[in-house]
């Protein structure tokens, strides 16, 4: 409510000032049916066209090809010497919930409690934040945005980047977020011994074990009650029983080694079905447990420093490579808020540091779609998929790549954002100032 208030006072102060000014209004996501020609397409999933067509109709891929007729009424966008790439889907992220960081206000990440599964992240997307428009441009057209704080810090949810509601923005996941107890340090100001750090490890494993003792009994009660009959108000609980009943998937924070494993040995324990490891920060050293537990990954930021000094400068650069060569199904993310459009540069650095160009590409577009559920609509260029794509003048995990156009859901989005404006508006300082 807090943060609602205070969009509501930025922008009657916004409108109040700009009275009697003149400006020119924002480009607006146009719809209609496109075709984008001459380009070589990059499907992720069936190989590469060259010099071909793509159509675009009613938000979705009509056609895809060399040959391919271009019908009557369909705009007409030559694709030269560019790329056409599905767009790129961030793993965990928390964009639309943080929007300034000195500014408590606007954060919307972290409800106060260690046991709160049930608030949602979608609930709480800012659909206007500013941060989505500078994603968006650099061809991230979807992000699972999600809470962060206690044990069960809530429910993630994907969203394709463009809407003017959460709700027109859900791209069809949701998934609970748990923090698995852990053994590490918090940082360099933790000064916990070893000793302490054990006992806390100790006692949040045992209240994880706590609630799915309860989560068991409360299933089972559940499922002898009688269709008329009413239980006691537990959204807490209602929020973990799809997890438990194998309909949702289990998002486990997990980074050290040590932890990786406790985390393999307690979802085997619990029979979670659906499972997915996120952060996975020391995933390199326990590669081989991982792929032998088939459990996924969603991993990152790949641009970061390594968790102990004794690490070598480059071990999370090479980690997602080395969990894929070892057989374990990698996604990346950026766990970041503002600067989810350096998702691509995440991945430029994976390659360079062991992992295959092609794993890195289905990283960031069929593997995450593959997880979430939604490899029928997003993470690949089919025909009958929706048009979520982007055109490249070139690789776009190159910095001196730009996105030439973009497409969500069938929307040819305009390719403007903040950062654009400030650039254009200082580029050429007219009339300036001469001394």
């Known amino acids: 409510m807090q943060r609602q208030i205070i969009y509501f006072t930025l922008g009657l102060a916004l409108f109040l000032g700009v009275l009697g000014t003149s400006y020119a209004q924002t480009a607006k996501p146009i719809t209609g049916s496109f075709a984008l020609t001459n380009a070589t397409i990059v499907t992720v999933t069936n190989g590469i066209v060259e010099n071909g067509t793509l159509l675009i109709q009613n938000g979705k891929i009509i056609a895809i090809g060399k040959a391919v007729a271009i019908p009557d009424g369909f705009t007409v966008l030559d694709c030269s010497n560019h790329f056409i790439y599905p767009g790129f889907i961030d793993g965990g992220t928390r964009l639309g919930l943080s929007e300034v960081g000195s500014i ?22 800012n659909p206007n934040s500013v941060a989505i428009p500078v994603t968006r441009v650099e061809g991230v057209t979807t992000v699972l945005t999600q809470p962060t704080g206690g044990m069960f810090p809530g429910t993630a949810a994907l969203i394709n980047l463009v809407g003017y509601t959460p709700d027109q923005m859900y791209a069809g996941f949701k998934g609970v977020i748990m923090n698995f107890p852990s053994s590490a340090k918090r940082g360099q100001f933790d000064r916990r011994s070893d000793e302490d750090l054990k006992k806390a490890e100790e006692k949040a494993l045992k209240t994880a074990n706590e609630i799915w003792e309860q989560l068991a009994l409360y299933a089972d009660i559940t499922s002898k009650a009688k269709a008329d009959e009413r239980l006691d108000y537990n959204p807490e609980m209602d929020a973990l029983l799809p997890v438990y009943k194998g309909e949702m998937t289990l998002l486990l924070e997990v ?24 952060g996975v920060a020391e995933g390199w050293r326990v590669a081989d447990s991982l792929a032998k537990a088939q459990i996924p990954v969603i991993t990152g930021p790949v641009i970061a420093i390594p968790n102990r000094t004794s690490d070598r400068y480059d071990a999370a650069y090479a980690n997602a490579g080395k969990m894929q060569k070892a057989g374990v199904k990698v996604a990346l993310r950026t766990n970041d808020a503002e600067n989810v459009r350096n998702l691509p540069f995440n991945a430029g650095f994976a390659i360079a540091y062991g992992m295959d160009k092609e794993a890195a590409l289905k990283a960031v577009t069929i593997v995450p779609a593959e997880l979430f559920g939604v490899n029928k609509d997003l993470g690949s260029l089919e025909v009958g998929k929706s048009a979520t794509l982007f055109v490249s003048t070139g690789d776009p995990f190159e910095t001196s790549s730009n996105v030439k156009y973009l497409f969500i859901s069938g929307y040819q989005v305009p390719l403007d954002s903040r950062h654009i404006q400030l650039y254009n508006e200082f580029l050429r300082r007219v009339p300036g100032f001469q001394r």
């Open 104 to 125: 408590s206000l606007t954060q919307d990440d972290d409800e106060i409690g260690e046991f709160t599964p049930h608030m949602q992240a979608l609930t709480a997307v």
């Open 255 to 278: 980074n050290k080694d040590k932890d990786i494993l406790s985390a393999i040995k307690w979802v085997k324990e619990k029979k979670i079905q659906k499972v997915a490891f996120t």
